[in-house]
Structure formats: structure tokens, C-alpha cells
């Protein structure tokens, strides 16, 4: 799913930087793809529960699986919602605001890697690691708001762009902030207390 999820999160940048519609509708079948994959990590620790009722360690992994596909299902959709956007920006020229949402993708992906690696490794520490990266999309979020907000009061007629372009940075923040989520039940798993990251 992690892996998915980055390749979905990549091409919908792509599809946006190059104002790509077809490969934006690619993401969307991607998004199917891990949606069916959640499906079956719930349905597959459902029953695991049934029927075997684990305890303490093994429980606190089978609940962090959950919590890991539920926020990785998450960071997906918001991949679709970035080449969604891909639409309404298709005959628009390159805004150099774009490359904050790239350096915003690059460290979103750099987080889902290393929170994988975290919940196969059962690292805290590596979890901690990822978490830690949340504070860079949300300085770069800051920043694209502060833009648009100019780029609204210089050219109020890019109105609807300009809003859009905050919304798209608005899904890599609400990224970032799932896959701290993550990294706080990997901890979680491993150390059996509910630590809060980047609060």
C-alpha cells in the first residue's frame, strides 16, 4: 500500500506539473487500487481476530496494521485530489508557486517511505523520524497561503485558481499530518504508550 500510495502521489504531481488529464485519471484507478487493498488488510485482521484473539503485542500490531491502511487509504485520496486539480489549471501557464507543492510531495512520499520502513522495521525511533518531517509541509503550506493570499490581492480575477491552489496545497498538509497519525500507532505498537507527534 505504502509503495502504491508513493507511486500515486508522484504521477498526480507529474499530471499537475505538466498539466498531464490523462495521467490524472490514472491516479484515480491507483486509488481503487488501494482502497481494495485496505479492504482486504481489515478484513484479513478481522478475522485473525476472531479466531485466534491475540493479546498485548501481537493485538498492538494487528491495531497498527489497521490504523497504517486507514491513514495510507487517506494519503491516496489525497494523491487523487492533487491530479484532480490537474483540470482546472490544464491551459494555465507554470505558476512558480508550483514547486513548493513539489518539494511538499518529495517530503510527503519521504514520510510514507519512512514510516514503512518504521512499522516492518517495528523502529520507534525511525517513526519518530518520519513524524519529524511534518514540520517542513507545513512550513511550505504557510508559505503557499501566504502567496496566494498576494497573488489574490494583485490578481483578484485568478480568484478561483488561486483558491484551488490552496486547496491543493491543503491536501499534502492533511497528508503529512496522517502519516504523523501513523507514526504515532508504530510507536505505539512498539512501546505500548500513545505518544503525541508534532503536537
Same mark, same amino acid.
Request: proline share 2%; with cysteine; charged share 30%.
Given at each position: 500500500?505504502?509503495?502504491?500510495?508513493?507511486?500515486? @502521489?508522484?504521477? !498526480?504531481?507529474?499530471?499537475?506539473?505538466?498539466?498531464?488529464?490523462?495521467?490524472?485519471?490514472?491516479?484515480?484507478?491507483?486509488?481503487?487500487?488501494?482502497?481494495?487493498?485496505?479492504?482486504?488488510?481489515?478484513?484479513?485482521?478481522?478475522?485473525?481476530?476472531?479466531?485466534?484473539?491475540?493479546?498485548?503485542?501481537? @493485538?498492538?500490531? @494487528?491495531?497498527?496494521?489497521?490504523?497504517?491502511?486507514?491513514?495510507?487509504e487517506r494519503c491516496a485520496d489525497h494523491a487523487a485530489h492533487l491530479a484532480k486539480a490537474t483540470k482546472?489549471?490544464?491551459?494555465?501557464?507554470?505558476?512558480?508557486?508550483?514547486?513548493?507543492?513539489?518539494?511538499?510531495?518529495?517530503?510527503?512520499?519521504?514520510?510514507?517511505?519512512? !514510516?514503512?520502513?518504521?512499522?516492518?522495521?517495528?523502529?520507534?525511533?525511525?517513526?519518530?523520524?518520519?513524524?519529524?518531517?511534518?514540520?517542513?509541509?507545513?512550513?511550505?503550506?504557510?508559505?503557499?497561503?501566504?502567496?496566494?493570499?498576494?497573488?489574490?490581492?494583485?490578481?483578484?480575477?485568478?480568484?478561483?485558481?488561486?483558491?484551488?491552489?490552496?486547496?491543493?496545497?491543503?491536501?499534502?498538509?492533511?497528508?503529512?499530518?496522517?502519516?504523523?497519525?501513523a507514526c504515532e500507532y508504530i510507536v505505539y505498537m512498539v512501546e505500548s504508550v500513545h505518544v503525541e507527534?508534532?503536537?
Open positions: 500500500m505504502a509503495r502504491y500510495t508513493i507511486e500515486a @502521489l508522484n504521477k !498526480a504531481m507529474v499530471a499537475f506539473r505538466t498539466r498531464d488529464v490523462e495521467l490524472a485519471k490514472e491516479v484515480k484507478k491507483q486509488d481503487a487500487l488501494i482502497d481494495s487493498l485496505q479492504t482486504q488488510v481489515e478484513d484479513e485482521i478481522a478475522t485473525i481476530i476472531a479466531t485466534q484473539q491475540p493479546v498485548a503485542t501481537d @493485538l498492538r500490531f @494487528l491495531l497498527c496494521t489497521v490504523k497504517m491502511a486507514g491513514e495510507l482546472l489549471f490544464k491551459d494555465e501557464p507554470q505558476w512558480r508557486q508550483t514547486s513548493f507543492i513539489e518539494e511538499m510531495t518529495r517530503i510527503g512520499a519521504e514520510m510514507i517511505s519512512t !514510516a514503512a520502513e518504521a512499522f516492518i522495521a517495528r523502529s520507534a525511533s525511525k517513526a519518530r523520524e518520519a513524524a519529524a518531517m511534518d514540520d517542513g509541509i507545513d512550513h511550505l503550506h504557510k508559505e503557499v497561503i501566504g502567496q496566494m493570499l498576494e497573488r489574490l490581492r494583485e490578481r483578484p480575477e485568478d480568484a478561483e485558481k488561486a483558491s484551488k491552489f490552496i486547496q491543493v496545497s491543503g491536501y499534502l498538509e492533511r497528508l503529512g499530518d496522517h502519516m504523523t497519525n507527534l508534532n503536537g
